[in-house]
């Protein structure tokens, strides 16, 4: 591995730029970047950290971050049972610290969201590895940020038991996952919102209540919805889902640039669910089949941001920056450069209405 730091040549046309980023601003908006180059259409007068997921590295996207003054950090996941041995520990961070250094990164985001029981070996280990990741990251690259994905709620969800108050008082800071919440709040197999507005405050109700600084707390909401095929479509506009001996039929996931093309062929149009606060549409595909399709838009997003000035979160962020269209097409800029500006609140949320 010091052979690889030896390699190690700045790729940037300003050798400046590939020193690491140290400055903490007072609002964070965190992206993460899963593919292709839309990082170049990124608002980044707001992005403050860029977490990568994509398979590879792009040593161009370090070099625009940094210019901009943003963090780039590693996606960190590995098998917690790999780690329970302090030994494998020491070395999984060794590796990463190293591939951030020769990268020129600026830190990691640990996604792990493995299923772990409370007071197992895994739980302390997890916890360990918290810890001794952050330690190791900030001795080693000086300003850098490491990061933990939790779930929308510290309440076992999926079976994610950690020390939620423990890791967050030993990393930079939790970005809460506020999706995916469908599974757990289906009631009588009927297709709902992919973070529904009061299951969302709720959860960060829940981490404020384990006196976990809000500081700690950056919400993330997503940028994607969920398509699901109805059995049956009841006036009232219930979806009921096809049902198997054991669970509901998942829901096929569905990027928010390929939802606005689609809105506009929909039998339905927008509809608003005012319990959940969350849009949706209908429509019927080729064979016949009726789908209810549910996700976020600017005026869902923005009616849960509201709470974070309130509640003193430290910021905002979104799975994922890549799921908008950023072509040329008007409407398409106007779709994106709208979902961008519902990340800083500061319209009421009727500004939001189509």
């Known amino acids: 591995m010091n052979k690889l730091l030896c390699l190690a040549v700045c790729p940037c046309s300003d050798p400046a730029l590939c020193a690491p980023i140290t400055e903490i601003r007072d609002f964070e908006v965190f992206v993460f970047h899963v593919r292709d180059k839309n990082?170049?259409?990124?608002?980044?007068?707001?992005?403050?950290?860029?977490?990568?997921?994509?398979?590879?590295?792009?040593?161009?996207?370090?070099?625009?971050?940094?210019?901009?003054?943003?963090?780039?950090?590693?996606?960190?996941?590995?098998c917690i049972k790999d780690i329970?041995?302090?030994?494998?520990?020491?070395?999984?961070?060794?590796?990463?610290?190293?591939?951030?250094?020769?990268?020129?990164?600026?830190?990691?985001?640990?996604?792990i969201?493995?299923?772990?029981?409370?007071?197992?070996?895994?739980?302390?280990?997890?916890?360990?590895?918290?810890?001794?990741?952050?330690?190791?990251?900030?001795?080693?690259?000086?300003?850098?940020?490491?990061?933990?994905?939790?779930?929308?709620?510290?309440?076992?969800?999926?079976?994610?038991?950690?020390?939620?108050?423990?890791?967050?008082d030993l990393c930079d800071f939790l970005f809460v996952m506020s999706y995916d919440m469908h599974p757990q709040l289906?009631?009588?197999?009927?297709?709902?919102a992919n973070s529904p507005y009061n299951e969302t405050l709720t959860g960060y109700d829940q981490y404020i209540g384990l006196n976990i600084n809000p500081k700690k707390l950056v919400m993330?909401?997503?940028?994607?919805?969920?398509?699901?095929?109805?059995?049956?479509?009841?006036?009232?506009?219930?979806?009921?889902?096809?049902?198997?001996?054991?669970?509901?039929?998942?829901?096929?996931?569905?990027?928010?640039?390929?939802?606005?093309?689609?809105?506009?062929?929909?039998?339905?149009?927008?509809?608003?669910?005012?319990?959940?606060?969350?849009?949706?549409?209908?429509?019927?595909?080729?064979?016949?089949?009726?789908?209810?399709?549910?996700?976020d838009d600017p005026e869902s997003i923005s009616l849960k941001t509201a709470y974070i000035p309130g509640h003193n979160l430290r910021g905002i962020g979104m799975w994922h920056g890549d799921l908008l269209d950023y072509s040329i097409d008007p409407v398409a800029q106007q779709q994106t450069e709208m979902m961008w500006k519902a990340l800083r609140p500061k319209q009421s949320p009727s500004q939001w209405q189509p």
Request: charged share 20%.
């Open 39 to 78: 990082w170049k259409f990124y608002d980044w007068s707001q992005v403050t950290t860029v977490a990568s997921f994509a398979d590879y590295y792009e040593p161009d996207l370090m070099c625009f971050a940094h210019s901009k003054g943003v963090r780039l950090v590693l996606k960190g996941d590995v």
């Open 84 to 111: 329970v041995d302090p030994k494998n520990r020491t070395v999984w961070i060794t590796q990463m610290v190293t591939l951030a250094k020769y990268q020129f990164m600026d830190g990691i985001n640990l996604d």
């Open 186 to 192: 289906l009631t009588e197999w009927i297709a709902g």
């Open 220 to 295: 993330g909401v997503p940028w994607y919805g969920y398509d699901y095929v109805c059995l049956e479509l009841t006036k009232d506009n219930k979806c009921i889902l096809y049902k198997s001996e054991q669970q509901v039929a998942a829901g096929q996931q569905i990027s928010y640039s390929t939802m606005m093309k689609q809105l506009n062929s929909s039998f339905s149009g927008r509809l608003w669910d005012d319990n959940q606060k969350s849009p949706f549409y209908n429509y019927k595909d080729n064979n016949g089949h009726i789908h209810q399709v549910w996700y």
């Open 113 to 168: 969201e493995q299923a772990v029981w409370k007071g197992s070996p895994e739980y302390y280990a997890l916890t360990a590895l918290v810890q001794e990741t952050t330690e190791t990251f900030h001795r080693e690259i000086p300003g850098s940020q490491v990061t933990f994905d939790v779930p929308w709620s510290p309440d076992c969800v999926a079976l994610r038991c950690y020390n939620y108050t423990g890791i967050a």
